[in-house]
């Protein structure tokens, strides 16, 4: 099942690629910052094709279509173009995330990370790979030390999990702080030991879903805030090389008693 996964991964990515500073049509999805554009829906309709065709009986949770057979035994969560405010500016970090589970578990995961050409992979056991070499998180056992990552829901105004209280203490706690855009990147930058921490709240779990896995792969910790171990539908996020959880529980714990 990897070979097809990495197949279609590929595929969709391309097919975004094709897209990219082209003339799409752009729609608002919640609010005015949350957009999907023809490309979101383009990738997402070969994704689903494709599944249809080679796994005809697997079910479907995708970002823009929703759910479908969601009672099989293998389920696709797919997030056809993570990144979208990235790719409508022209900023070339963006990917398509692909997982997919059995019976509730994450068996196999890809990201591919468009513009730069790399695939992130992950099948049960067998660890974590970037275009095909393995991959394993870094030892870092300093917050201080520590290059962090996180990401704004776009109901960020409304402080949600006090994410803007949290984003103040890590980035003094922290030796720095990036935004990529894209959360399955930001959880394969883990899986890959660049960033030592990822955390974010309000996710979906097509956010989550390949990129946790292939963190977990990796070597590399995923839980909620509290260090309770999450699913891909946890509404916050704290991803890290394990070493760092701890320190990185404790600013989140400081922070919500503020
Ligand atoms: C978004 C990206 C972003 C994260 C947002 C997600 P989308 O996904 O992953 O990094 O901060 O919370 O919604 O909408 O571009 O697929
Ligand atoms: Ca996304
Ligand atoms: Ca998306």
Known sequence: MIDKLLTITKEAGNIVKEGFQTDY??????NISNLVTEIDKKSEKAIIEFIRKEFPG?????????AA???????WVIDPLDGTTNFA??????????????????????VYHVMNDI???????SGAYKNGKKIH?????SLEKSLLVTGFPYDIADNPHNALTIFTNMVKASRGMRRLGSA??????VAEGIFDGFWEVNLQPWDICAGKFIVEEAGGKVTDFIGTPSSIFAPQILCSNGKIH?????????????
């Open 25 to 30: 049509k752009v729609e608002y999805k919640t």
């Open 184 to 189: 399955s990147i930001d959880f394969c930058c």
């Open 69 to 75: 057979n969601e009672n099989a035994e293998y389920q």
């Open 89 to 110: 500016h022209g900023f070339p970090i963006f990917g398509v995330s692909i997982g997919i589970q059995k019976n509730g578990k994450t068996v196999c995961g890809a």
């Open 246 to 258: 701890n320190a990185m529980i404790e600013i989140i714990s400081k922070s919500t008693e503020e």
């Open 137 to 141: 998180v870094n030892e870092n056992d």
């Open 119 to 125: 695939m992130y992979s992950a099948e049960q056991g």
């Open 58 to 66: 697997h079910g479907i949770l995708a970002e823009e279509s929703g």
